[in-house]
């Protein structure tokens, strides 16, 4: 799975850029990146559940993050401004960097099954082994809390990491003026 490798270092540049670059906006749109390579990630080793997760997190995240920049910093500087080389090398890195993440997107979106055609046969197993094994009545649950306790873990965890986050970015003790 060299996809996986590859999502990892363009994860890692991604975050590197977004703690270096001093543009606030920027910086969101390589957190952003950052966060759907993870959930391309969940895709390409087959956990789409954690992937809607990651998503809906991050697409909630964004929208807040801009939302945010723009009502507190954001400055459109260039209006009646040429645009300078350091401005024409930030766009071509940005198209750059938003080409090879469409086409890896693209790649692993063919990776998976077409509709209705399941890869893993394990929810007949669920069916039969729901009530000996766990002593529950409800299924949902039986399968959400014993047989995918860790799904069901790091899902929390990432909502829980999003909103840790959400709420350091908006508190107001502690924040410079």
């Known amino acids: 799975m060299i996809e996986l490798y590859l999502f990892l270092v363009f994860m890692i540049i991604a975050a590197f850029v977004a703690t270096e670059i ?5 910086a969101v749109i390589s957190l952003g990146a950052v966060g759907f390579s993870v959930a391309i990630m969940f895709i390409l080793v087959q956990a789409p559940d954690l992937a809607i997760v990651q998503i809906v997190v991050e697409v909630v995240t964004i929208v807040i993050f801009v939302a945010v920049i723009f009502r507190t910093t954001h400055v459109d500087e260039t209006i009646g401004k040429k645009l300078t080389s350091s401005h024409v090398l930030s766009i071509v890195l940005y198209a750059f960097f938003a080409l090879i993440f469409f086409i890896a997107m693209v790649r692993a979106l063919q990776e998976l099954p077409a509709f209705g055609n399941a890869t893993m046969k394990v929810a007949s ?4 082994l729901g ?3 766990t002593g529950g009545a409800n299924l949902v649950a039986d399968v959400i809390l014993d047989f995918r306790a ?3 873990l790091g899902e929390a965890t990432v909502l829980f990491t999003s909103v840790i986050g959400v709420i ?3 508190r107001s003790v502690g924040r410079k003026k």
């Open 22 to 26: 001093k543009d606030l906006l920027a």
């Open 125 to 128: 197993e669920y069916i039969r």
């Open 131 to 133: 009530l000996p094994q």
């Open 150 to 152: 860790l799904d069901t």
């Open 168 to 170: 350091a970015l908006m």
